[in-house]
């Protein structure tokens, strides 16, 4: 059960000039801890109309635009209390800010519209700025990228190109805070025991090769890391991985700096390459302090990193990624495609489950028989996905 | 509105490219303060002898001479310390005055403070700006205050910060959102186009995440994230007794948050309250 937020983190592309998403925000979110207590939370996720039960994940979904698209996030309000969305970092009209008390609230079962234009390439979050100090803590909160367009295999235009890219989005919570959401506080007294990347935390993080950095010598991997906790995170990268930050809060630093060891603050944002050199195989450190009179390490957290020597090019790297949504799902499975392609479906166990064509974009595949478990996703030309039937 | 800036500003005005000597006045003063349901014991430069919770900022230009006589009205000896421009033989002992002359030969944000845990843990602590007198600027003095420990300081029980502390009540010039958007040193209130500059100290002992809404602004100045100075931010931790020099150019109008982003600072005496203020940027 511990793996049921196994790839929650995908993320939703958009690749028109005029990009909609439809986000949903509920306060009936659980996740399994590494330790595999159930655990509460509220959060956002992609709005799936005619579904009955929209659900919302840990953190919220990864949305990634383009440089220049005029942007519509929409949210619907399926909790009891007011929500809204904070772009945090793009600079949005006063209106589209998402504090109540200057521009406005989401009321329950209401909807409403956020616009932006994607003007600046780099790395953003959205969370809600309702009680923000609570509903933050409590997990509405993720990620936005917005990338160059069209070239999109450079960090910006006449900057440097990479050939990977991987999404890291910490956080914490005081647990405490999520078992008593009737009454949390008071609220500064707020103290983190659990730290998350991407909402895993220990084994769950560092285990799950979904999350883990591969490479090949040759390569060029843009990070994007961001913090949306209450503590700073450190992240530690192997020497050897070469790590210089480019962009930070969406702008393009005056040099690059070093980044062996990148420091990022609650709500601050990086943009990172990483240009190995030499074979690698270990991980990524994240250690998290707190921001009182205090450098005690109080959280520590892995990411995989393994980088092959075999020149850039090699077979691997020509396979590409399924993106499964939502997952964990239910009756049906979406996967979005960048070709055709017949897809063999698998229990965990390795039994044979079903096969299926699917075309280039959206798919849904009907799994109302499958059983609760985990599934693995085989097709030519992608490397192996993975989602979870949660009934 | 600021008595001290007014003078300065006079004084240097038919010396505009000449340095020049700039004499001010700053009284320390002690008091308590509710502060959301929180009695806080508070040490302030004031520019009077009666108490003001925010502390007086000063203002000079480059290479001016800053002649600043200190009256300490407090039953105890403090200090008027800039670090590594005066921090030696400046002591005003209790109910007496001293005067000390100090120069600026750079621009930026300079903190200057009391060096006793009766002075700068209870926020006598305050802003130099130099070399801006041109822009339209402002003040931010970041603190944060624990009722216990204040209460131990005041009373001289306690003469250090622990390790590790949680206090109730964070502030802007000492003031608590909303009142920061009537602080006329602090609540940003200016045009779209504006080169406005924000001078901010952090007095208090935590790490001030500080992120902007609407706009990013770039760091001009910064006495321990020198790294940082040309970067653009919208968010960005501020160190304590770290000085920043920050440049606002809004390019929109609008009413926009900027607040600690350790969010445990946003609620004293609930939400929305502590570390926020508002830009007020009209077209």
């Known amino acids: 059960m511990k793996h049921l937020i196994i790839l929650l983190f995908t993320p939703l592309f958009f690749t028109a000039q005029d990009d909609e998403i439809t986000l949903v925000s509920k306060m009936d979110g659980s996740f399994f801890t590494e330790n595999g207590t159930n655990t509460p939370f509220w959060g956002f996720g992609e709005y799936f109309p005619g579904v009955v039960n929209q659900r919302v994940y840990l953190p919220a979904p990864l949305l990634v635009f383009n440089y220049g698209d005029s942007v519509h996030v929409n949210l619907i309000n399926q909790s009891p209390e007011t929500h809204t969305i904070h772009l945090h970092g793009l600079d949005v009209s006063q209106i589209n800010d998402g504090v109540p008390a200057t521009s406005f609230g989401v009321l329950f079962n209401d909807s409403a519209s956020y616009k932006f234009r994607a003007n600046n390439i780099g790395t953003f979050l959205y969370h809600c700025h309702v009680n923000t100090n609570l509903h933050a803590a409590m997990g509405m909160s993720g990620m936005l990228v917005v990338r160059n367009y069209p070239d999109t295999n450079l960090l910006y235009n006449g900057g440097p190109s990479f050939n ?148 850039s090019g090699v077979e691997d790297n020509k396979l590409e990624e399924l993106h499964l949504y939502p997952n964990p799902a239910n009756n049906i499975v979406n996967i979005r495609s960048t070709k055709d392609s017949d897809i063999n479906i698998y229990s965990i166990e390795g039994k044979f489950v079903k096969t299926t064509r699917i075309n280039k974009g959206a798919n849904s595949i009907d799994i109302s028989d499958f059983t609760e478990g985990m599934y693995l996703v085989i097709s030519d030309g992608f490397l192996p996905a993975k989602f979870i039937v949660f009934k | 509105m600021y008595k001290h800036l007014i003078i300065i500003g006079f004084l240097v005005s038919s010396l505009s490219s000449f340095a020049t000597i700039v004499k001010d006045t700053l009284y320390i003063n002690r008091d308590t303060v509710n502060q959301a349901a929180n009695l806080i014991h508070y040490c302030s430069f004031n520019n009077t002898s009666t108490f003001e919770i925010s502390n007086a900022p000063l203002e000079v230009n480059l290479n001016d001479t800053l002649e600043i006589t200190i009256i300490n009205t407090d039953s105890l000896t403090h200090t008027f310390t800039v670090n590594s421009i005066i921090e030696t033989g400046n002591t005003i002992a209790m109910d007496d005055t001293s005067t000390f002359t100090i120069s600026f030969n750079s621009k930026g944000t300079f903190r200057y403070y009391s060096d006793v845990a009766y002075g700068k843990y209870l926020g006598a602590s305050g802003n130099i700006l130099v070399g801006y007198s041109n822009y339209i600027h402002f003040f931010w003095n970041l603190f944060e205050a624990k009722v216990s420990l204040s209460d131990s300081l005041a009373n001289g029980l306690a003469t250090i910060i622990p390790n590790y502390y949680k206090p109730e009540v964070f502030t802007i010039n000492n003031l608590i959102y909303p009142n920061t958007t009537s602080d006329p040193i602090g609540f940003v209130t200016a045009n779209v186009g504006d080169s406005i500059i924000i001078s901010v100290v952090n007095s208090g002992q935590m790490i001030s995440p500080f992120h902007f809404h609407g706009y990013h602004v770039t760091i001009l100045e910064a ?61």
């Open chain 1, 164 to 311: 990977k890219e991987y999404y890291y989005l910490s956080s914490d919570m005081y647990l405490y805070w999520n078992y008593n959401t009737t009454s949390p506080g008071p609220f500064h007294m707020y103290e983190a025991d659990y730290f998350m990347v991407n909402g895993k935390s220990g084994t769950q993080l560092f285990d799950d090769t979904t999350e883990t950095i591969y490479m090949n010598a040759g390569d060029t991997a843009l990070i994007h890391i961001g913090n949306v906790g209450y503590n700073a995170v450190s992240y530690i990268f192997p020497v050897a991985a070469n790590a210089t930050a480019h962009l930070s809060d969406g702008r393009i630093l005056p040099s690059p700096i070093s980044a062996d060891t990148l420091t990022i603050y609650p709500g601050e944002r990086y943009s990172v390459l990483l240009t190995p050199t030499q074979f690698i195989e270990g991980y990524v450190t994240v250690n998290s302090t707190n921001l009182y009179n205090d450098t005690t390490i109080v959280g520590t957290n892995y990411i995989g990193i393994n980088v092959t020597m075999y020149p």
């Open chain 2, 223 to 283: 006495s321990i994230h020198q790294n940082f100075v040309g970067w653009e931010k919208d968010t960005f931790p501020i160190f304590p007794s770290e000085a920043m020099t920050l440049l606002l150019v809004p390019d929109k109008p609008g009413l926009y948050p900027a607040h600690n982003h350790n969010l445990t600072t946003v609620a004293t005496g609930g939400y929305p309250g502590g570390m926020i203020t508002l830009l007020n940027i009209s077209p």
